[in-house]
Structures are given as C-alpha cells and as structure tokens.
C-alpha cells in the first residue's frame, strides 16, 4: 500500500467508523434507551447499541441511568456532572467512582433495562471498574480483529474514531452545561445551552437546550441551522420500516411548552 492509499483507506474507515459509532450513541444509547424516544425491532436496538459500545461507552445501563439522573437532578449538587460543581468531576471525575452513588440506582431507574440478559451482562453488577475495563477490552478485540481481516491502517482508522466518538458524551456534559459558551432557546430549569458546533460533531446532541426543554422528543434541531443528522437517521428508519411510535416535539409545540413553563416561572416568582 502506498502512502496515498494509505491516506485513501485510513480516511474512508475514519469516517465510516465516527458516523456509525456517534449514531450508536446518539440513537442508540441517548434517544432510544435513556428517553424511549421511539421504538424499533430488538435487533435494531441491539445494531445500535454495539455500535456505541465499541466507541468504549460502557454499559448501557449505567450509561442510561446515569444519565436519566443528569436530567432528574440537573445542575444541582446530586446531578453526576454538571460543571458548577468544577470542570474535573464534570468532564472524567465523576466516572471514577467504583459504584452508584446512594441516590442513583438503577433497580429504580432502569428497571426497562435489567430484564435484558446482555444489558446486565455488560453491568458486571453494577461494578463500574469491572464494567468499563470489559467494554475497553471488547473494543480492542475488536479492532484486533479489523487488524487481522484489513491490516493496520483500518484498524488504527477504526481506534481513533472509538476514541473520538468517546468524547461526545464527555464535551457534552461539560460544553452544553456551560452558559457563556452558546445560547439558550427555552427558558429551562438549567444551564444548558445549544452550542452549534457540537451539535454538528455530535449529530444533533449539541442543541442541548433543545433537549433538556423536550428530553424525550426525538428530533432536538428546531432551528433551520440546527442540523440534527441524528433524527433525520430516526425518520428514515421509520420510512424503512425500522423504527416506529416516533415521539417527535415539533418547534410550535416546544414554543408553547416554553411559553407555559415561563408562566409558571413568574407565578412561582
Ligand atoms: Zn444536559
Ligand atoms: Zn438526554
């Protein structure tokens, strides 16, 4: 192989490998099991739910419950990772704990997850250490294997994108939590802002307002510029045939929603 070829495979496996393994996080892990923003054939799940997991997200369950807790407490002292209680905790400190916390529990808060044998599986009951070493150690056997059917240069291709992917739920937490760093379409309860270029590099998790004022619609761009590459993927599964009982909060609805909460806020006031 020479060193164009090289840049030829090694770009085409980067980019086929970020796209596959972000939608695996963002349909799979975000939109479909954390807020059941639409439904789909278990195999469907499960091709979505691999996909993110071999970008080393870790268990699902953990991952969902997690996160489910992010929205219940958000940006108050027991959200797991709201960056007004510092940047470490928020961007990589709070996953090295070796446990839940006592307010978190997943036997409460994901119990639509723990009836699914792999989903437990992958929970190593409940051990976080156990459980992210055995997603790092699937992924690398998995890249291992890439390296013995397509060489080096696809399966380093394929690492780097496990490991970017990585990244999206972790700039997230802390980017989108971060008033000065975009803006803020609905008056929430929160910090969380929109910030166009990780809604880009996240596919649409960027509109992060968006989604903590609807978190269980399943489209969060509302804007014409907010691209959202992660629901237009939702809707052509449905034309496929591959996803159903969409839960999709249009712009005129989540205005209304926003005018009725900021009624509230005033009466409350
Ligand atoms: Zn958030
Ligand atoms: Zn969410």
Known sequence: MNVNEVYIVFGIVFTASYVLHAMGVTIGYHRLLTHRSFTCPKIVEYFWILAGYLAFEGSPIWWVTMHRAHHRYQDTPLDPHSPSFGLFRSHIGWMLNRGYPSHIDPSLQSKDLLTDPVYRFLEQDGDWHKAH?????????????????????????????????????????????????????????????????????????????????????????????????????????????????????????????????KSKQLTQV
């Open 133 to 261: 070493r055995l997603a790092f150690v699937i992924g690398i056997f998995f890249r291992v294997a890439i390296f013995v059917c397509f060489g080096w240069v696809a399966a380093l291709a394929s690492l780097l994108a496990g490991f970017a992917v990585l990244q999206i739920p972790i700039m997230l937490n802390v980017i989108c939590h971060i008033p000065k760093l975009g803006y803020k379409s609905y008056a929430t309860n929160d910090d969380s802002v929109n910030v166009w270029w990780v809604g880009l590099l996240a596919f649409g998790e960027g509109w992060h307002n968006n989604h903590h004022a609807s978190p269980s619609s399943a489209r969060t761009g509302m804007k014409l510029h907010e691209l959202d590459l992660s629901w237009l993927t939702i809707r052509a599964m449905e034309k496929l045939r591959l996803a159903s009982g969409i839960n999709e909060v249009t712009p005129a609805q989540l205005a209304m929603m926003d005018s009725a909460r």
